[in-house]
């Protein structure tokens, strides 16, 4: 098969038992699920000092919180997915690591921008903007390699 310079299917995939091992993906996930638990932490202790169990009971502290914390989940999971399919299509490893750290950093950036009262609404917009850029580069990344592994083949 011809590849096109720069481009690896698989084959620097790590091979364990057989099987390809991805390597990039697990360290920003990981680390991504350890931002989660610190803005799911931080929820609930302000539902405790707020006594509130349900909903944002009117405090805009506990709203602002709650937010972040959505729409990490709104949009870390898919980035991942993304990030997970590039690599187990042999995307360069720094074109990897620059969307993993991309993601991260927009998520926290985003994050604090959001927490803050009043809001940085700068930092707010710059996070999601790179959100944005590691789905979009991801989503393209994708179907790019869709579309030359489906040519190469023929």
């Known amino acids: 098969m011809i590849r096109p310079r720069g481009w690896t299917v698989a084959s620097r995939l790590a091979v364990s038992r057989g099987r390809a091992v991805i390597t990039v993906t697990p360290i920003y996930a990981g680390l991504l699920a350890l931002l989660f638990v610190v803005l799911s932490i931080r929820v609930i202790g302000t539902r405790r000092s707020a006594g509130v169990a349900l ?10 919180r709650q937010r972040v914390h959505a729409n990490f989940t709104e949009y870390v999971p898919l980035a991942l997915v993304l ?14 690591h620059g969307l993993g750290v991309a993601l991260l950093t927009g998520r926290l950036v ?3 921008g959001v927490s803050q009262d009043p809001e940085r609404m700068a930092l707010r917009v710059t996070g999601m903007a790179i959100t944005f850029t590691v789905l979009i580069a991801s989503a393209v990344f994708n179907l790019g390699g869709v579309a030359l592994m489906a040519a190469l083949s023929r």
């Not at 944002?56 to 709203?63: A, K, P, S, T």
Request: negative net charge.
């Open 55 to 64: 909903g944002d009971g009117g405090d805009r502290m506990l709203l602002r």
């Open 83 to 96: 990030l997970v399919i590039a690599e187990l299509q042999g995307a360069p490893l720094l074109l990897l």
């Open 110 to 112: 985003h994050a604090y």
